[in-house]
């Protein structure tokens, strides 16, 4: 619980509820409750919506941010490529 709350300031409001709602569904599986005759099932829709949530994030967070940094950093070559044409090749 303590790693979850970790993030909770660095993601904004409704993923973080999309993630808690995560942790939430994931403890009853995870954790029994105290009548051990209620079931909740987890139905494969439901199971879907929460590999859909990870894959998001795995998009987001680590695959959008190399592909901006790429261009970016593309950019940023293209400048100094022109720079350097407009001064010339050194003596």
Do not use: C, F
Request: charged fraction near 35%; aromatic fraction near 4%.
């Amino acid at each position: 619980m303590d790693e979850i709350e970790a993030i909770r300031d660095k993601t904004d409001a409704l993923t973080w509820s999309a993630i808690d709602s995560v942790r939430k569904i994931g403890n009853i599986g995870a954790h029994m409750e105290k009548d051990i005759n209620v079931i909740v099932d987890v139905g494969p829709n439901e199971a879907q919506l929460l590999i859909e949530l990870i894959e998001l994030l795995v998009k987001d967070w680590y695959v959008a941010k190399r592909d901006r940094e790429e261009r970016l950093k593309n950019i940023v070559a293209v400048s100094h490529a022109k720079d350097a044409a407009k001064t010339g090749p050194k003596p």
